[in-house]
């Protein structure tokens, strides 16, 4: 074993946290090499000062009254969860819930608006004189005649040659 | 797990909500001493250990009776003080200018033991403070809590030989300030 693997090693031995067989490899190093021997010296050392600061180190603890009311507060809080889920059956709850929202997206699709129903009397007929305004030499002059549709505003408009053959289109 | 823990688990999630304290009254004080450790104000700590057992209570169904107690519930901690310590994180230099004497002393000490009580707390702090996040758990964990190397990574959700590489570390960066600081403890040692 040579210093840089020693040295990698060195840490892990001052713990007691090597395997039986590196940690026999690094005490031949060690035996022969006094810089090694040194640096292990100084961390074992430095391990003790650190554990003994800890171990002199009072953290605190929680008084008597603290620590009832924190176990306390925990058994609330686990029986504040029994109470709001254990009480509602969750299976069926969330199944109805599905169900419900596939009712409702199944009607709003299956929902048309309904066609509109095109009668005759949906739409304004004008009378024959509106439509027909007399001409000039008293004849009937007919040009054209509109049909306005009372539900959709469609307007078709008929016109008429001389022969009185119409040509209509819509609005 | 030994049966006791095991009993009172079972009982627990039958439903004696009271068996809960029996079962982690024996990690009170360590857990909240690595919380004070970790977050080096004893407020803090005791928010942090009052997560600690209120997850642990919540969870225990999720607990696998067949593993150690102890290293499931310090694993609760460590993460409930990560999780707090990012939550602080904004509020660093703030925290930093308080002095870390609210870390709880028994009290009626008398105030020469309490100086006593700040120095160590102070000397250790300050040794901890070269390490990161992570060495210093894996060093609290192996060092100042004696778990082994396996527990101490079941603990912190990683493996042994990240365990040992981050203790590795750890320990240098330790003997390096103490030789700095307080070259009397390692005459002291000697």
Redesign the interface.
Known sequence: MNCKKAE?LI??A??N?LSGKKAAALLIHLERCPDCRKEA??????????????G???????SEA??LN??R???A???Q?KRVWAEIPLKPVVVGGLGLVLLVFGSLLLKKSPAPVVTRAAFESPSIEQAAPKGIDGQPGVTSRTIVSKETGLKIIWFYNKNFQGDGFGK | MNDREKTLVERVLNGDLAAFEPLVTPYRKPLLGLACRITRNSEDAKEVAQETFLRAFKYLKSFDIEKEFKSWIFQILVRAARNYRHKQSKYEVLAMSEPAKAMAIAPGQDPERRHDGDEIRSRLSDCLDTLTPREKEVFLLRDIEDMNIRESARVLGCSAVSVRVHLSAARKKIRVRIKERYPELLEDGR
């Not at chain 1, 002199?56 to 929680?62: K, S």
């Open positions: 990698r840490p892990l001052a713990g946290d010296a100084e961390l074992e050392h430095a391990l003790r000062a650190a554990k003994a600061l800890a002199g180190d009072r953290t605190g603890d929680w603290e620590w924190l176990m507060n925990v058994r809080a686990g029986i969860k």
